[in-house]
Structure formats: structure tokens, C-alpha cells
């Protein structure tokens, strides 16, 4: 071998080991870079609030039976109430999405609704913004077997979930 070849080697050799030393920082990088996602999204995920009470209610509002299985074919009346801190919003009212996922019920002018969507102002007091939610069956026709999920969301988070299985 001669110099020349010796310093050729030497350069690639050095060039290889330089990249490797890159390429295992990127993958260090990238492994915590990852895991700050993870956690990042672990702590937005976690519900805001706590649910108060659930349960079957009266046409009074008032709780009749601690329970989240509600029994089908039954003109009932049934949700939760929830306190979520919100120490941020000075108001006496804050505005949250209320939302309900259910099994396709039939419409009395026909089409099927699976659930909604909407905005809903919340009572605050001292920093705590306190709501309950539910749903009315009227008739039996109006409540299907399956998972009822409610959920109060404040932008991308959670604030409360809480669900009831028809049976």
C-alpha cells in the first residue's frame, strides 16, 4: 500500500465513523423527541374535571339511582354532572362543546341520529366550572342497546367522559 492509498483509507475511514456518530445522534434525537411528543399528548389527554354523579333521574332532576347500565325499552331519563377547574376564565360562565355518541336511533320524521354536537355555556364559581348532562328517552323507541358516550370538550381536551350501556 502505498501513502497515497493509506490517507484515501484514513479519510473514508474517518467520513464512516463521522456519520455514524450523526447517525446515532439523530436516533437519540429523534428517541427523545419522540417521548416528549408522548408525554406532551399523555398530559392534554388527561380529563380536566371529575363527574359528580351519574346515574337515572327524575323529571324533577333529581338522582334516583346511582348506575351507568340503563335499562332498554325504558321511558328514562339519564346523565352525569360534572365539576372541571378552570382557574384561568374569570367569568361567571365558561362555553365547552357537549357532545353524545350513541347507537343510531330513529327519527319521528324519519333518518336516524347517532348523537350531537354542540356549544354550552357552564356556571363558574371561584375558578370551578360546574354542569350536568344527560339524555331523555320518552319512549322506548327513543333509546337503543349499546355504548351512550358523553363527552365535555374544551378545544382539543377532554374535560370529562362519561358513559352508560343500554342493556
Not at 372541571?84 to 336511533?105: G, R, T
Not at 366550572?129 to 344527560?134: D, L, M
Not at 328517552?137 to 370529562?160: E, Q, Y
Amino acid at each position: 500500500m502505498t501513502v497515497r492509498t493509506l490517507r484515501i483509507a484514513a479519510s473514508v475511514l474517518g467520513l464512516l465513523v463521522t456519520g455514524l456518530v450523526f447517525l446515532g445522534l439523530f436516533v437519540v434525537s429523534s428517541a427523545f423527541s419522540q417521548q416528549s411528543e408522548t408525554s406532551r399528548q399523555s398530559e392534554t389527554a388527561r380529563p380536566l374535571g371529575k363527574v359528580s354523579e351519574y346515574g337515572i333521574y327524575s323529571e324533577k332532576n333529581e338522582l334516583l339511582q346511582k348506575t351507568t347500565a340503563i335499562p332498554d325499552g325504558a321511558a328514562v331519563r339519564f346523565g352525569f354532572c360534572f365539576e372541571a377547574d378552570i382557574q384561568f376564565f374569570d367569568d361567571d360562565s365558561y362555553m365547552m362543546v357537549e357532545a353524545l355518541e350513541h347507537p343510531p336511533v330513529a327519527g319521528k320524521q324519519g333518518g336516524e341520529n347517532a348523537g350531537y354536537s354542540v356549544p354550552r355555556l357552564f356556571k363558574v364559581r371561584d375558578g370551578i366550572a360546574y354542569g350536568c348532562s344527560g339524555y331523555r328517552a320518552r319512549d322506548a323507541a327513543d333509546l337503543r342497546p349499546g355504548v351512550w358516550k358523553f363527552t365535555i370538550t374544551d378545544g382539543p381536551d377532554d374535560v370529562v367522559v362519561q358513559e352508560f350501556t343500554v342493556q
